[in-house]
């Protein structure tokens, strides 16, 4: 009787290794940030141009009231409002004003840090099972379990935020600019819209600014 054939060895059930465990986990997390990132984008513009209005009022009367200078379209009371100007005067594209850089920050940030944590968390994984291997147990490891899953949470949230400061800066400057007009700061030249001109004015104008180069990004 002829032996019935095998069937093929497959890897479908298999999990990934501790090698590829951080960059799976990493890129889920990225294209969660970016799905999440385009979705409430609008909300998180019209919010930032409040936040600045009422911040160029103080600065201007002392006092979070209208400024005779400032222009209609420059006056939000509140995140509604925001949103309707903005549609009022700068169009829907007005809305996603800095979106590009706001994109990548989150695809970045989201990327880093869950690369970061998962591979300090096998590290630190692997450093307890020898820990407990020579006979730790008890009430000490248990505290010692919950120190280590803090620990490689606050080192990937410092690695996280220190490559990010840069992205972050460019971020807000792009946001807080309206159509047509130079970065928040005033530099730089004017961008009709939100896409690359107007992100690489902002850099540029960052870059320039009190001849700090490349400091600037981390002030």
Not at 75 to 104: F, N, T
Not at 126 to 155: C, I, P, Q
Not at 158 to 173: F, H, Q, S
Request: proline share 4%.
């Amino acid at each position: 009787v002829a032996p019935s054939p095998r069937a093929p060895p497959t890897n479908l059930g298999r999990r990934p290794s501790n090698a590829t465990m951080p960059v799976i986990e990493a890129v889920s997390g990225a294209v969660g940030g970016l799905v999440s990132t385009a979705m409430v984008y609008p909300f998180e513009v019209a919010r930032t141009r409040v936040c600045a209005s009422a911040a160029k009022r103080t600065a201007a009367t002392g006092h979070a009231e209208d400024s005779d200078d400032e222009e209609e379209s420059e006056r939000y009371s509140s995140v509604a409002d925001a949103l309707v100007k903005i549609v009022r005067y700068e169009g829907v594209a007005g809305l996603y004003m800095g979106l590009i850089p706001s994109a990548a920050k989150s695809t970045l940030s989201n990327f880093i840090f869950y690369f970061w944590y998962s591979t300090f968390k096998g590290a630190f994984q692997r450093a307890r099972g020898a820990v407990e291997a020579r006979g730790g147990s008890g009430a000490g490891a248990a505290f010692m379990a919950k120190l280590v899953e803090l620990l490689h949470g606050m080192a990937a949230g410092a690695c996280t935020g220190l490559m990010i400061m840069p992205l972050d800066m460019v971020v807000t400057r792009v946001q807080t600019r309206g159509k047509g007009k130079g970065s928040a700061s005033g530099g730089g030249d004017g961008g009709s819209d939100g896409g690359g001109n107007a992100t690489l004015s902002v850099i540029k104008s960052i870059y320039e600014e009190g001849g700090g180069g490349l400091r600037n990004f981390f002030a």
